[in-house]
């Protein structure tokens, strides 16, 4: 059993930057495509960006890309988002996950192991 604890997340403008880390319980999580996605009030999750175990893929949904960086330290079992140029939509509450593998890992279905949310908000 994996466990996930997000942090970072707090009140930030419009245009500004956050960083939103995950960091799990045990050394397993250097194995694991590890992905992000997000949650609004009254909306379904919807997937935001996920790392494979090595670093050498990356996956971005559209609204995201070029704004949001994906990256891994294994030394440290923490995986982080770097969000630039912030948006009132991006408010929502993140979450990280584990465990899916390179079929299933844009899909929440796919993974196994999920962090308990960190929220995000964005004033305009």
């Known amino acids: 059993q994996v466990q996930l604890v997000e942090s970072g997340g707090g009140l930030v403008q419009a245009g500004g930057s956050l960083r939103v880390s995950c960091t799990a319980s045990?050394?397993?999580?250097?194995?694991?495509?590890v992905g992000w996605f997000r949650q609004a009030p009254g909306k379904e999750r919807e997937f935001v960006s996920v790392?494979?175990?090595?670093?050498?893929?990356?996956d971005y949904t559209d609204s995201v890309k070029g704004r949001f960086t994906i990256s891994r330290d294994n030394a440290k079992n923490t995986v982080y988002l770097q969000m630039n140029s912030l948006e009132p939509e991006d408010t929502p509450v993140y979450y990280c996950?584990?465990?899916?593998?390179?079929?299933?890992?844009?899909?929440?279905?796919?993974?196994?192991?999920w962090g308990q949310g960190t929220q995000v908000t964005v004033s305009s």
């Open positions: 996950a584990a465990g899916a593998d390179s079929y299933s890992r844009l899909r929440e279905d796919g993974y196994l192991y």
């Open positions: 045990e050394r397993t999580l250097q194995y694991l495509f």
């Open positions: 790392i494979s175990p090595s670093a050498a893929r990356t």
